[in-house]
């Protein structure tokens, strides 16, 4: 059985939320549709003709990709132009084109925790905060024997998390009082008479990103025809994602050490440094992209050196002087995300018995020539 558009992008964006990505980032379906059965997916960091080609040879008719294909308002497609004729492609041969770009940086799990795991380091903080979820306390009230399986439902959808810890929740038995009117039918009890039932009151949190599927799992497990339950905002607040990572090494190197590990580990031919190759580099920052305005946040938090791409000259100069190291490997150092996003959708198609194939890209999109 092949897997349907909307559900291939429902775990998606498990893995890349689009409500954690930057204000105006180019994400989501930009090309194409959904409505269909998928028989195949090419993930790729970026779409041009090669990689269209490769996605028609391989059979599939969806892309994920990280870099938008429509970055800008287009006034036309004209099909002699060479973005035009990728268009065009895409187009004739009904393949859809779907993008994950900030939000794929910024979620747990994601890009630059990659780009981290592959350089040696457990981050312990972002370079810059950007999204924070907001929590309810929601309350529910269930028969006594609907309670494991109502319970069950809400924190298995993810509720109840509170740090570290997975699954809280209050529980507290009490009496439930109601009267069914006409053209109701109850679970307990009958029209006009009012029944006092043996309840339990849970109470967990919720993050606001899931609130919506934490009810309806709740909902659906509970046996009343309307059932009692309340949702109250707090003002703590939950897990606070962001831009960029920061840790520390788990022995310390010499920047000459560090910069062939980026080389073999980012698969890159070759990187820009600014610093001393003999410094002792302990404590690492990562930003895939175009990061080298973040340099600040980096030396804020104590990291020697920053890895990010498209570092220019003013900037390299102001860091240099301003005591921190810099790794440039590219901007093409994202292609770690082919093969770690295909997984991610292998497992998950895979678990479902879902027979669509994931492909890595294979094409290298890089734009530069090293000589």
């Given amino acids: ?24 980032d180019k994400i989501g379906l930009q090309l194409g549709s959904l409505s269909k059965e998928i028989t195949g997916i090419l993930v790729a960091l970026d779409v041009n003709e090669e990689v269209v080609d490769e996605a028609i040879s391989l059979g599939v008719n969806l892309i994920v990709a990280h870099h938008a294909i429509i970055f800008r308002p287009l006034p036309s497609i004209q099909v002699d132009t060479p973005m ?14 779907y993008i994950a770009h900030t939000n794929l940086d910024i979620t747990e799990g994601g890009m630059n925790d990659w780009m981290a795991e592959a350089l ?11 999204h924070t979820d907001n929590l309810y306390k929601l309350v ?17 959808a993810g509720a109840g998390a509170i740090g ?23 679970y307990i009890g009958s029209q006009g008479k009012l029944e006092k039932v043996e309840e339990i009151r849970i ?4 993050p606001a990103s899931i609130r ?26 939950g897990r606070t994602l962001g831009l960029g990572r920061v840790g520390k090494l788990a022995e310390p190197v010499t920047l000459k050490e560090f910069v062939e590990r980026v080389k073999v580990k980012l698969d890159v031919p070759a990187v820009r ?7 002792s580099i302990k404590k690492a920052a990562v930003l895939g992209g175009s990061g080298g305005r973040y340099w600040k946040h980096a030396l804020f938090q104590g990291a020697d050196v920053l890895v990010t791409g498209d570092v220019d000259y003013h900037t390299a100069q102001d860091a240099f002087m301003a005591g921190i190291t810099i790794v440039d490997p590219g901007h093409n150092a994202e292609k770690i995300m082919k093969v770690k996003v295909a997984e991610w959708l292998t497992n998950k198609l895979t678990e479902h018995k879902y027979e669509t194939k994931v492909h890595a890209s294979q094409i290298n999109t890089e734009p530069f020539v090293f000589m």
């Fill in 1 to 24: 059985m092949l897997a349907k558009g909307q559900t291939v992008i429902q775990y998606m964006e498990q893995l890349a939320p689009k409500h954690v990505a930057m204000e105006g």
């Fill in 164 to 186: 570290n810890y997975s699954h809280c929740s209050f529980n507290m038995e009490g009496y439930g009082t109601f009267k069914p009117g006409a053209g109701t039918d109850p």
């Fill in 120 to 130: 040696g380091f457990e981050p312990s903080a972002s370079l810059e905060d950007i």
């Fill in 84 to 97: 035009g004729k990728v268009y065009e492609k895409l187009i004739k041969n009904d393949i859809a084109v």
């Fill in 140 to 156: 529910v009230f269930v028969p006594k024997d609907h309670h494991q399986r109502v319970l069950d439902a809400m924190l298995d």
């Fill in 212 to 237: 919506n599927q934490v009810i309806q799992a709740m909902l659906k497990k509970h046996p009343y025809e309307e059932v009692a339950y309340d949702l109250y905002p707090m003002d703590l607040k």
């Fill in 203 to 206: 109470e967990t949190i919720v």
């Fill in 273 to 279: 440094v600014v610093g001393d190759m003999n410094r």
